[in-house]
């Protein structure tokens, strides 16, 4: 089981990034789906949530409005799309599968996480 997230880079503020979480092994059509993210000497927080039909949704305070979670469950795949970026978006991305169906903002209600993708937003 294996989730693969994708899509960071270095951008400039202001700018666009679309992030991409792949997911092999099993299917993951049944759980919540969350993006989460460590930026530098700061903790783990989380960052996005959706629930496994794609109809619930949850973002941090700091995102709102700027950042949209869509998931394909056809394609087992989860999407992060940020716009307006900021140089305190920058992190490592992290996309996650819940124990649950609905959307959860706690790291510990997810069993599964992939390896980052690191975002960097500056001039």
């Given amino acids: 089981v294996q989730l693969q997230a994708s899509g960071g880079g270095l ?29 530098p000497e700061k903790e783990r927080e989380f ?15 700091s995102v709102k409005g700027r950042f ?20 305190e978006d920058t992190a490592v991305y992290y996309c996650a599968a819940a124990r649950r169906a609905q959307m959860v903002t706690s790291a510990r209600e997810y069993s599964y996480w992939g390896h980052g993708t690191l975002v960097t937003v500056s001039s």
Avoid at 23 to 37: L, Q
Avoid at 68 to 87: C, V
């Fill in 68 to 87: 949209t979670i869509s998931r394909d469950n056809a394609e087992n795949m989860l999407y992060l799309q940020m716009t307006s970026l900021k140089p």
């Fill in 11 to 39: 951008v400039q503020p202001g700018g666009s990034l679309r992030l991409s979480c792949a997911a092999s092994g099993r299917t993951f059509s049944n759980n919540g789906m969350g993006w989460f993210r460590q930026g």
């Fill in 47 to 61: 960052v996005a949530g959706v629930n496994w039909r794609g109809g619930d949704k949850n973002y941090a305070v």
